[in-house]
Protein backbone atom coordinates (compact mmCIF):
# COMPACT_ATOMS: atom_id res chain seq x y z
CA UNK A 1 0.00 0.00 0.00
CA UNK A 2 1.57 3.39 -0.91
CA UNK A 3 1.97 6.07 1.47
CA UNK A 4 -0.58 8.78 2.32
CA UNK A 5 0.03 11.69 0.04
CA UNK A 6 -0.13 15.00 2.52
CA UNK A 7 0.70 17.65 0.18
CA UNK A 8 -2.30 16.77 -2.13
CA UNK A 9 -4.77 16.26 0.57
CA UNK A 10 -4.14 19.24 2.14
CA UNK A 11 -3.61 21.48 -1.61
CA UNK A 12 -7.75 19.83 -1.89
CA UNK A 13 -8.97 21.15 1.48
CA UNK A 14 -7.67 24.51 0.72
CA UNK A 15 -9.69 24.69 -3.15
CA UNK A 16 -12.61 23.37 -0.89
CA UNK A 17 -12.25 26.20 1.59
CA UNK A 18 -11.91 28.53 -1.65
CA UNK A 19 -15.02 27.21 -2.45
CA UNK A 20 -16.39 27.40 0.74
CA UNK A 21 -15.50 30.94 1.13
CA UNK A 22 -17.23 31.89 -1.89
CA UNK A 23 -20.51 30.55 -0.46
CA UNK A 24 -19.95 32.63 2.92
CA UNK A 25 -19.82 35.84 0.70
CA UNK A 26 -23.62 34.99 -0.03
CA UNK A 27 -25.29 35.26 3.45
CA UNK A 28 -22.70 37.93 3.67
CA UNK A 29 -24.71 39.88 1.48
CA UNK A 30 -27.86 38.87 2.34
CA UNK A 31 -27.16 40.49 6.31
CA UNK A 32 -25.98 43.85 5.06
CA UNK A 33 -28.98 43.91 2.27
CA UNK A 34 -30.82 43.40 5.98
CA UNK A 35 -28.44 46.06 7.85
CA UNK A 36 -28.30 42.78 10.72
CA UNK A 37 -25.92 42.71 13.19
CA UNK A 38 -24.35 39.24 11.95
CA UNK A 39 -23.23 40.83 8.50
CA UNK A 40 -19.43 41.84 10.06
CA UNK A 41 -19.30 38.25 11.22
CA UNK A 42 -19.97 37.19 7.85
CA UNK A 43 -17.75 39.23 6.05
CA UNK A 44 -14.73 38.76 8.48
CA UNK A 45 -15.64 35.04 8.40
CA UNK A 46 -15.47 34.25 4.53
CA UNK A 47 -12.22 36.64 4.47
CA UNK A 48 -10.34 34.16 7.10
CA UNK A 49 -11.69 31.03 5.40
CA UNK A 50 -10.73 32.42 1.89
CA UNK A 51 -7.65 33.29 3.41
CA UNK A 52 -6.60 30.31 5.32
CA UNK A 53 -8.06 27.71 1.75
CA UNK A 54 -6.13 30.28 -0.72
CA UNK A 55 -2.86 29.82 1.50
CA UNK A 56 -3.40 26.17 1.47
CA UNK A 57 -3.83 25.74 -2.28
CA UNK A 58 -0.90 28.64 -3.41
CA UNK A 59 1.50 27.01 -1.08
CA UNK A 60 0.68 23.46 -2.53
CA UNK A 61 0.35 24.43 -6.19
CA UNK A 62 3.39 22.70 -7.33
CA UNK A 63 1.90 19.25 -5.37
CA UNK A 64 1.42 17.05 -8.49
CA UNK A 65 0.92 13.69 -6.23
CA UNK A 66 -2.04 10.72 -7.85
CA UNK A 67 -4.28 10.34 -5.20
CA UNK A 68 -4.95 7.09 -4.07
CA UNK A 69 -7.56 4.92 -2.21
CA UNK A 70 -6.46 6.11 1.70
CA UNK A 71 -6.30 9.63 0.65
CA UNK A 72 -9.16 9.67 -1.16
CA UNK A 73 -10.76 7.91 2.02
CA UNK A 74 -8.96 10.46 4.49
CA UNK A 75 -9.92 13.15 2.49
CA UNK A 76 -13.53 12.29 2.64
CA UNK A 77 -13.28 12.30 6.64
CA UNK A 78 -11.15 15.33 6.99
CA UNK A 79 -13.12 17.63 4.57
CA UNK A 80 -15.69 17.68 6.93
CA UNK A 81 -13.94 18.55 10.36
CA UNK A 82 -11.93 21.49 8.46
CA UNK A 83 -15.61 22.56 6.78
CA UNK A 84 -16.66 23.02 9.93
CA UNK A 85 -13.89 24.39 11.18
CA UNK A 86 -14.37 26.90 9.05
CA UNK A 87 -18.42 27.01 8.71
CA UNK A 88 -19.14 27.43 12.62
CA UNK A 89 -17.28 31.42 12.60
CA UNK A 90 -20.02 32.89 12.25
CA UNK A 91 -21.89 30.65 14.55
CA UNK A 92 -18.69 31.88 17.02
CA UNK A 93 -18.67 35.31 16.52
CA UNK A 94 -22.47 35.83 17.00
CA UNK A 95 -21.21 34.82 20.92
CA UNK A 96 -22.33 30.95 20.76
CA UNK A 97 -20.18 28.90 22.58
CA UNK A 98 -17.59 26.71 20.31
CA UNK A 99 -19.30 23.62 21.28
CA UNK A 100 -22.90 25.37 20.16
CA UNK A 101 -21.27 26.65 16.98
CA UNK A 102 -19.44 23.50 16.24
CA UNK A 103 -23.05 21.65 17.05
CA UNK A 104 -24.95 23.82 14.56
CA UNK A 105 -22.35 23.87 11.88
CA UNK A 106 -22.10 19.58 12.20
CA UNK A 107 -25.82 19.01 12.13
CA UNK A 108 -26.42 21.17 9.07
CA UNK A 109 -23.58 20.12 7.18
CA UNK A 110 -24.14 16.47 7.82
CA UNK A 111 -27.90 17.26 6.75
CA UNK A 112 -29.14 16.42 10.33
CA UNK A 113 -30.82 19.19 11.28
CA UNK A 114 -30.78 19.05 15.08
CA UNK A 115 -30.20 22.57 16.34
CA UNK A 116 -29.42 24.62 19.58
CA UNK A 117 -31.77 27.11 18.23
CA UNK A 118 -35.29 27.67 20.04
CA UNK A 119 -36.29 30.95 18.57
CA UNK A 120 -35.73 30.41 15.16
CA UNK A 121 -38.06 33.09 13.90
CA UNK A 122 -35.96 35.47 15.27
CA UNK A 123 -32.60 34.43 14.26
CA UNK A 124 -30.87 36.99 11.80
CA UNK A 125 -31.52 36.43 7.91
CA UNK A 126 -27.83 35.45 7.68
CA UNK A 127 -27.27 32.95 9.86
CA UNK A 128 -31.10 31.13 8.71
CA UNK A 129 -29.57 31.31 4.96
CA UNK A 130 -26.18 29.74 5.97
CA UNK A 131 -27.85 26.86 7.83
CA UNK A 132 -29.72 26.08 4.85
CA UNK A 133 -27.21 26.24 2.75
CA UNK A 134 -24.36 23.96 4.99
CA UNK A 135 -27.29 21.42 4.83
CA UNK A 136 -27.34 22.24 0.71
CA UNK A 137 -23.89 21.90 0.72
CA UNK A 138 -23.59 18.75 2.47
CA UNK A 139 -25.57 17.25 0.47
CA UNK A 140 -24.22 15.92 -3.08
CA UNK A 141 -23.22 19.75 -4.36
CA UNK A 142 -19.76 20.62 -3.03
CA UNK A 143 -18.04 17.40 -3.36
CA UNK A 144 -19.37 16.49 -6.72
CA UNK A 145 -18.68 19.91 -7.42
CA UNK A 146 -14.61 19.42 -6.44
CA UNK A 147 -14.51 16.00 -8.22
CA UNK A 148 -15.96 17.55 -11.59
CA UNK A 149 -13.76 20.57 -11.72
CA UNK A 150 -10.18 19.23 -10.03
CA UNK A 151 -7.99 17.41 -12.50
CA UNK A 152 -5.94 15.44 -9.76
CA UNK A 153 -8.45 13.54 -8.67
CA UNK A 154 -7.45 10.60 -10.71
CA UNK A 155 -10.71 8.34 -11.35
CA UNK A 156 -9.66 6.05 -8.04
CA UNK A 157 -8.79 8.34 -6.11
CA UNK A 158 -11.99 10.24 -7.15
CA UNK A 159 -14.27 7.25 -7.09
CA UNK A 160 -13.26 6.57 -3.27
CA UNK A 161 -14.07 10.48 -2.34
CA UNK A 162 -17.48 9.88 -4.61
CA UNK A 163 -18.73 6.84 -2.29
CA UNK A 164 -17.68 8.37 0.59
CA UNK A 165 -20.12 11.33 -0.16
CA UNK A 166 -23.03 9.42 -1.91
CA UNK A 167 -23.09 5.68 -1.42
CA UNK A 168 -24.67 3.35 -4.59
CA UNK A 169 -22.93 5.12 -6.91
CA UNK A 170 -20.64 2.76 -8.46
CA UNK A 171 -23.70 0.30 -9.58
CA UNK A 172 -24.74 3.50 -11.99
CA UNK A 173 -21.89 5.23 -13.48
CA UNK A 174 -22.72 8.01 -16.08
CA UNK A 175 -19.69 7.71 -17.75
CA UNK A 176 -16.47 6.44 -17.86
CA UNK A 177 -14.99 9.40 -16.57
CA UNK A 178 -15.77 10.27 -13.19
CA UNK A 179 -15.46 13.74 -13.49
CA UNK A 180 -18.28 13.53 -15.77
CA UNK A 181 -20.12 11.41 -13.34
CA UNK A 182 -19.95 14.16 -10.71
CA UNK A 183 -20.85 16.84 -12.94
CA UNK A 184 -23.86 15.57 -14.21
CA UNK A 185 -25.32 14.57 -10.53
CA UNK A 186 -24.23 17.98 -9.32
CA UNK A 187 -26.33 19.61 -12.66
CA UNK A 188 -29.44 17.82 -11.46
CA UNK A 189 -29.15 17.79 -8.03
CA UNK A 190 -28.75 22.23 -8.77
CA UNK A 191 -31.38 21.83 -11.18
CA UNK A 192 -34.46 20.03 -8.92
CA UNK A 193 -33.33 22.47 -6.26
CA UNK A 194 -34.14 25.72 -8.37
CA UNK A 195 -37.28 24.28 -9.85
CA UNK A 196 -38.25 23.01 -5.74
CA UNK A 197 -37.78 27.63 -5.77
CA UNK A 198 -39.73 27.84 -8.04
CA UNK A 199 -43.03 26.10 -6.91
CA UNK A 200 -42.20 27.02 -3.39
CA UNK A 201 -42.29 30.78 -4.68
CA UNK A 202 -45.48 30.05 -6.19
CA UNK A 203 -47.45 29.29 -2.97
CA UNK A 204 -47.73 31.32 0.10
CA UNK A 205 -43.53 31.81 0.66
CA UNK A 206 -41.60 35.04 -0.29
CA UNK A 207 -38.13 34.60 -1.60
CA UNK A 208 -36.38 34.15 1.32
CA UNK A 209 -38.34 31.34 2.73
CA UNK A 210 -38.60 29.84 -0.84
CA UNK A 211 -34.52 29.62 -1.12
CA UNK A 212 -33.94 28.06 2.23
CA UNK A 213 -36.80 25.70 2.28
CA UNK A 214 -35.39 24.78 -1.10
CA UNK A 215 -31.99 24.30 -0.10
CA UNK A 216 -33.04 22.42 2.96
CA UNK A 217 -35.44 19.97 0.94
CA UNK A 218 -33.25 18.42 -1.70
CA UNK A 219 -30.18 18.38 0.90
CA UNK A 220 -32.65 16.22 3.22
CA UNK A 221 -32.01 18.22 5.98
CA UNK A 222 -34.45 20.00 7.72
CA UNK A 223 -34.08 23.36 8.98
CA UNK A 224 -36.30 25.56 8.77
CA UNK A 225 -36.77 29.72 8.98
CA UNK A 226 -39.57 29.23 11.30
CA UNK A 227 -40.16 27.70 14.71
CA UNK A 228 -43.43 26.05 13.58
CA UNK A 229 -41.39 24.31 10.48
CA UNK A 230 -43.41 23.92 7.32
CA UNK A 231 -46.47 23.78 9.36
CA UNK A 232 -46.02 27.68 9.75
CA UNK A 233 -47.23 28.59 6.44
CA UNK A 234 -50.30 26.04 7.13
CA UNK A 235 -50.69 25.36 3.36
CA UNK A 236 -51.64 21.79 1.51
CA UNK A 237 -50.12 23.07 -1.46
CA UNK A 238 -46.55 23.28 0.27
CA UNK A 239 -46.76 20.40 2.04
CA UNK A 240 -47.91 18.51 -1.06
CA UNK A 241 -45.12 20.16 -3.03
CA UNK A 242 -42.23 19.80 -0.39
CA UNK A 243 -43.61 15.73 0.11
CA UNK A 244 -42.89 15.23 -3.86
CA UNK A 245 -39.45 16.80 -3.60
CA UNK A 246 -38.27 14.65 -0.26
CA UNK A 247 -39.84 11.43 -2.33
CA UNK A 248 -37.67 12.40 -5.39
CA UNK A 249 -34.61 13.52 -2.58
CA UNK A 250 -34.58 9.91 -1.47
CA UNK A 251 -34.05 8.14 -4.79
CA UNK A 252 -30.75 7.49 -6.20
CA UNK A 253 -29.74 10.60 -8.34
CA UNK A 254 -27.93 9.17 -10.92
CA UNK A 255 -31.02 7.01 -11.20
CA UNK A 256 -32.93 10.03 -11.88
CA UNK A 257 -30.54 11.45 -14.23
CA UNK A 258 -30.50 7.87 -16.56
CA UNK A 259 -34.30 7.75 -16.84
CA UNK A 260 -34.58 11.34 -17.95
CA UNK A 261 -31.29 11.25 -20.43
CA UNK A 262 -31.85 7.86 -21.82
CA UNK A 263 -33.17 4.72 -19.94
CA UNK A 264 -36.65 5.91 -19.57
CA UNK A 265 -38.04 2.66 -17.93
CA UNK A 266 -34.91 2.00 -15.43
CA UNK A 267 -36.85 4.46 -12.47
CA UNK A 268 -39.84 1.85 -12.54
CA UNK A 269 -37.13 -1.34 -13.16
CA UNK A 270 -35.09 -0.13 -10.07
CA UNK A 271 -35.47 -2.21 -7.21
CA UNK A 272 -35.00 0.17 -4.52
CA UNK A 273 -36.95 2.51 -6.40
CA UNK A 274 -39.71 -0.04 -5.86
CA UNK A 275 -39.44 -0.95 -2.16
CA UNK A 276 -38.87 2.99 -1.64
CA UNK A 277 -41.95 3.39 -3.25
CA UNK A 278 -44.08 0.49 -1.71
CA UNK A 279 -42.75 1.30 1.73
CA UNK A 280 -44.18 4.77 1.57
CA UNK A 281 -47.43 3.71 0.81
CA UNK A 282 -47.56 1.32 2.96
CA UNK A 283 -47.18 2.71 5.55
CA UNK A 284 -49.36 6.29 4.25
CA UNK A 285 -52.01 3.95 3.85
CA UNK A 286 -51.87 2.59 7.59
CA UNK A 287 -51.27 6.27 9.18
CA UNK A 288 -54.12 7.43 7.14
CA UNK A 289 -56.80 5.24 8.15
CA UNK A 290 -55.19 4.83 11.81
CA UNK A 291 -55.14 8.77 12.23
CA UNK A 292 -58.81 9.13 11.07
CA UNK A 293 -60.40 6.93 12.78
CA UNK A 294 -58.71 8.01 16.20
CA UNK A 295 -60.12 11.29 15.32
CA UNK A 296 -56.46 12.64 15.18
CA UNK A 297 -57.47 15.16 12.03
CA UNK A 298 -61.08 15.62 11.14
CA UNK A 299 -61.09 14.40 7.80
CA UNK A 300 -59.77 11.86 5.25
CA UNK A 301 -57.50 14.73 3.18
CA UNK A 302 -56.26 15.89 6.37
CA UNK A 303 -55.17 12.64 7.43
CA UNK A 304 -53.57 11.30 4.24
CA UNK A 305 -51.62 15.25 3.93
CA UNK A 306 -50.12 14.59 7.71
CA UNK A 307 -49.42 10.98 7.01
CA UNK A 308 -47.68 11.21 3.85
CA UNK A 309 -45.95 14.58 4.42
CA UNK A 310 -44.24 12.81 7.79
CA UNK A 311 -43.23 9.25 6.33
CA UNK A 312 -41.36 10.70 4.08
CA UNK A 313 -39.98 13.23 5.77
CA UNK A 314 -38.56 10.57 8.31
CA UNK A 315 -37.60 7.80 5.42
CA UNK A 316 -35.43 10.38 3.68
CA UNK A 317 -34.22 11.87 6.83
CA UNK A 318 -35.50 15.34 5.82
CA UNK A 319 -37.21 15.87 9.54
CA UNK A 320 -39.17 18.61 8.50
CA UNK A 321 -42.93 18.49 10.35
CA UNK A 322 -46.34 19.93 10.33
CA UNK A 323 -47.46 18.38 13.61
CA UNK A 324 -46.02 16.59 16.64
CA UNK A 325 -46.27 12.90 16.09
CA UNK A 326 -45.54 11.59 19.83
CA UNK A 327 -48.88 12.85 20.12
CA UNK A 328 -50.08 10.67 17.40
CA UNK A 329 -49.37 7.20 19.66
CA UNK A 330 -46.54 5.07 20.66
CA UNK A 331 -47.78 2.67 16.97
CA UNK A 332 -46.54 5.54 15.23
CA UNK A 333 -43.42 6.19 16.74
CA UNK A 334 -42.28 2.52 16.91
CA UNK A 335 -42.87 2.55 13.02
CA UNK A 336 -41.26 6.27 12.04
CA UNK A 337 -38.12 4.44 13.93
CA UNK A 338 -37.81 1.68 11.79
CA UNK A 339 -38.10 3.97 8.85
CA UNK A 340 -35.54 5.95 10.29
CA UNK A 341 -33.51 3.41 10.94
CA UNK A 342 -32.92 2.20 7.10
CA UNK A 343 -33.57 5.49 5.60
CA UNK A 344 -34.57 5.72 1.57
CA UNK A 345 -32.16 4.84 -1.68
CA UNK A 346 -28.53 4.69 -1.45
CA UNK A 347 -26.93 7.54 -4.07
CA UNK A 348 -29.40 9.99 -2.49
CA UNK A 349 -28.91 12.44 0.62
CA UNK A 350 -30.96 10.68 2.62
CA UNK A 351 -29.23 8.74 6.16
CA UNK A 352 -29.48 6.06 7.18
CA UNK A 353 -28.86 2.16 6.78
CA UNK A 354 -30.39 2.74 2.92
CA UNK A 355 -33.30 0.24 1.64
CA UNK A 356 -31.18 -1.29 -0.62
CA UNK A 357 -28.98 -2.87 2.28
CA UNK A 358 -32.54 -3.86 3.97
CA UNK A 359 -33.78 -5.38 0.33
CA UNK A 360 -30.18 -7.81 0.37
CA UNK A 361 -30.87 -8.87 3.66
CA UNK A 362 -34.45 -9.63 3.46
CA UNK A 363 -33.63 -11.53 0.36
CA UNK A 364 -30.39 -13.60 2.00
CA UNK A 365 -32.63 -14.52 4.80
CA UNK A 366 -34.68 -15.51 2.78
CA UNK A 367 -32.43 -17.77 1.10
CA UNK A 368 -31.12 -19.06 4.38
CA UNK A 369 -34.66 -20.37 5.55
CA UNK A 370 -34.95 -21.79 2.20
CA UNK A 371 -31.52 -24.07 2.85
CA UNK A 372 -33.10 -25.22 6.22
CA UNK A 373 -35.03 -27.53 4.17
CA UNK A 374 -33.12 -27.92 1.18
CA UNK A 375 -29.45 -27.89 2.59
CA UNK A 376 -27.70 -28.32 -0.45
CA UNK A 377 -29.57 -26.28 -2.85
CA UNK A 378 -27.58 -23.32 -4.03
CA UNK A 379 -29.71 -19.95 -3.84
CA UNK A 380 -28.02 -17.10 -4.86
CA UNK A 381 -29.09 -13.34 -3.62
CA UNK A 382 -30.65 -11.48 -6.85
CA UNK A 383 -30.30 -7.73 -6.84
CA UNK A 384 -32.21 -5.75 -9.98
CA UNK A 385 -31.59 -8.59 -11.88
CA UNK A 386 -27.72 -9.12 -11.11
CA UNK A 387 -26.45 -12.08 -8.52
CA UNK A 388 -24.65 -10.61 -5.57
CA UNK A 389 -21.08 -12.36 -5.02
CA UNK A 390 -20.36 -13.43 -0.90
CA UNK A 391 -18.56 -11.11 -0.43
CA UNK A 392 -21.21 -8.00 -1.03
CA UNK A 393 -23.82 -9.85 0.58
CA UNK A 394 -21.16 -9.91 3.88
CA UNK A 395 -19.66 -6.45 3.67
CA UNK A 396 -23.96 -5.50 3.43
CA UNK A 397 -24.24 -7.72 6.75
CA UNK A 398 -21.31 -6.13 8.51
CA UNK A 399 -22.24 -2.85 7.92
CA UNK A 400 -25.87 -3.29 8.99
CA UNK A 401 -24.13 -4.95 12.01
CA UNK A 402 -21.38 -2.24 12.98
CA UNK A 403 -24.67 0.16 12.25
CA UNK A 404 -26.30 -1.37 15.28
CA UNK A 405 -23.10 -1.48 17.47
CA UNK A 406 -22.61 2.46 16.57
CA UNK A 407 -26.62 2.87 17.42
CA UNK A 408 -26.60 1.42 21.32
CA UNK A 409 -23.14 2.74 21.61
CA UNK A 410 -24.27 6.39 21.42
CA UNK A 411 -27.55 5.32 23.37
CA UNK A 412 -25.20 3.74 26.03
CA UNK A 413 -22.97 7.24 26.11
CA UNK A 414 -25.98 9.75 26.14
CA UNK A 415 -27.50 7.37 28.97
CA UNK A 416 -24.20 7.54 31.14
CA UNK A 417 -24.70 11.53 30.58
CA UNK A 418 -27.81 11.42 32.23
CA UNK A 419 -30.57 11.19 29.64
CA UNK A 420 -33.81 8.92 29.76
CA UNK A 421 -33.79 5.42 27.94
CA UNK A 422 -36.54 6.93 25.52
CA UNK A 423 -34.11 9.87 24.75
CA UNK A 424 -31.03 8.11 24.72
CA UNK A 425 -31.82 5.12 22.21
CA UNK A 426 -34.37 7.47 19.97
CA UNK A 427 -31.25 10.92 20.17
CA UNK A 428 -28.62 8.17 19.06
CA UNK A 429 -30.61 6.83 15.97
CA UNK A 430 -31.44 10.37 15.19
CA UNK A 431 -28.31 11.60 14.89
CA UNK A 432 -26.71 8.51 13.57
CA UNK A 433 -29.69 8.32 10.81
CA UNK A 434 -28.94 12.47 10.21
CA UNK A 435 -32.72 12.70 10.79
CA UNK A 436 -31.88 15.36 14.09
CA UNK A 437 -35.52 14.99 15.64
CA UNK A 438 -35.51 14.47 19.24
CA UNK A 439 -37.50 12.99 22.01
CA UNK A 440 -39.29 14.72 25.18
CA UNK A 441 -37.84 18.09 25.68
CA UNK A 442 -36.20 17.72 22.21
CA UNK A 443 -39.30 16.67 20.17
CA UNK A 444 -38.72 19.51 18.04
CA UNK A 445 -35.33 19.12 17.17
CA UNK A 446 -33.71 21.98 19.61
CA UNK A 447 -30.85 20.70 21.43
CA UNK A 448 -29.76 23.79 23.75
CA UNK A 449 -30.25 22.68 27.41
CA UNK A 450 -28.80 19.33 26.89
CA UNK A 451 -24.85 18.76 28.08
CA UNK A 452 -21.38 19.35 26.42
CA UNK A 453 -20.52 15.97 26.08
CA UNK A 454 -23.83 14.65 24.73
CA UNK A 455 -23.23 17.47 22.11
CA UNK A 456 -20.07 15.96 21.12
CA UNK A 457 -21.17 12.49 21.22
CA UNK A 458 -24.21 13.15 18.85
CA UNK A 459 -22.19 15.44 16.91
CA UNK A 460 -19.53 12.22 16.63
CA UNK A 461 -22.70 10.47 15.44
CA UNK A 462 -23.75 12.75 12.75
CA UNK A 463 -20.51 12.54 11.02
CA UNK A 464 -20.43 8.64 11.16
CA UNK A 465 -23.49 8.38 9.78
CA UNK A 466 -23.11 10.90 6.98
CA UNK A 467 -20.48 9.53 5.80
CA UNK A 468 -21.11 5.49 6.07
CA UNK A 469 -19.50 4.19 9.29
CA UNK A 470 -16.13 2.60 8.01
CA UNK A 471 -14.49 5.81 6.24
CA UNK A 472 -14.66 7.41 9.63
CA UNK A 473 -13.91 4.28 11.83
CA UNK A 474 -10.96 3.25 9.47
CA UNK A 475 -8.98 5.91 9.74
CA UNK A 476 -8.82 5.05 13.99
CA UNK A 477 -7.20 1.48 13.12
CA UNK A 478 -3.08 0.63 13.06
CA UNK A 479 -4.32 -0.94 9.65
CA UNK A 480 -4.81 2.22 7.41
CA UNK A 481 -1.31 3.68 8.35
CA UNK A 482 0.43 1.38 7.72
CA UNK A 483 3.22 1.79 4.70
CA UNK A 484 2.40 -1.64 3.68
Not at 56 to 66: G, I, K, S
Not at 391 to 413: D, H, K, N
Request: glycine share 8%; hydrophobic share 50%; net charge positive.
Amino acid sequence: MNKIHIGILLRVLGILLCFEALFMFIPTIVAFVYNEPDRWAFLVSSIITLLVGGTMAYRLRNCRDVMGRRDGVLLGTSVWIIFALMGMLPFLCVNHSFTDAMFETISAITTTGASVYKDIDNLPHGILLWRSMLHWIGGIGMILFTVAVLPMLNHRGGMILLSTEVSGMGQYKLSPRISQTALRLWLCYFIFTAILFFLLYAGSMNVFDAVCHSLSTMATGGFSTHNESVGYFHSAYIEYVITLFTFIAGINFAVIYRTVMSEHQLLFRSEQVKWYTMIIVACTVVFTVGLFLQGTYPNIELSFRKALFQVCSVITSTGFSTDNTFEWGPFYTLVLLTLMFFGACAGSTSGGAKIDRMVILTKNARNEFHRVIHPNVIRPVLYNGKVLSHETVSRVLAFTIMYVIVWISGAVILALQGASMGEAVYGSLSALSNMGIGIGADAGGYYSDISYSAKWTLMALMVIGRLEIFTVIIIFMPLFWKKS
